[in-house]
């Protein structure tokens, strides 16, 4: 005896699905395409990706964030300098194009600072964050007291000073 079963009565609705399935798919495809300019560029990168020179301003011992303190970033090679005042938490953040960079903090009368960076290299998609400054108080008794810096004077030739 041939056993019989009911697919054939349900054949003709899955292919109806299967097709209207297909068809759907199929129209969403030809109208997500974008026609001009591809998504990814497959164009060289440019030369110089910028780096990134971030760190703290805290008081002494490290522990409190002095906030509104400006920043100053210095390309050693170029003298292209950028500033920014801390945030909230004492931090700062810079972004820089690859070289070797100085970071300075500005200082009140009675300040000195304790702790800086030394001179930054930063490559292409660096990130230094290790540029953290620790300002002490002749208040406090931290750190030595130091006077504000002056600008330096310059000769009106631009040249310096003569060699004896």
């Known amino acids: 005896m041939k056993r019989t079963t009911n697919i054939d009565g349900y ?20 109208a997500s395409c974008r026609r001009g300019t591809p998504i990814l560029n497959p164009g060289e990168a440019s030369a110089s990706t910028d780096g990134t020179i971030s760190g703290t301003v805290r008081g002494p011992e490290g ?8 920043v100053e970033v210095i390309n050693v090679d170029s003298g292209e300098r950028q500033q920014v005042a801390t945030n909230n938490a004492g ?12 970071v300075e903090v500005a200082l009140v009368a009675g300040e000195s600072i304790i702790k800086q960076p030394g001179v930054l290299h930063v ?12 300002i002490g108080s002749a208040k406090t008794g931290v750190g030595p ?20």
């Open 145 to 164: 007291a130091s006077r504000p810096r002056n600008p330096a004077s310059s000769l009106t030739n631009g040249l310096g000073s003569p060699i004896a």
């Open 11 to 30: 054949r003709a609705p899955l292919m109806a699905l299967l097709c209207v399935a297909v068809m759907t798919i199929a129209f969403i495809s030809v």
């Open 91 to 102: 931090g700062f953040t810079f972004k820089v194009k690859p070289g070797k960079y100085r």
């Open 63 to 70: 522990t409190s964030s002095i906030v509104g303190r400006q």
């Open 123 to 134: 490559n292409k998609s660096d990130v230094d964050a290790h540029a953290d400054f620790v």
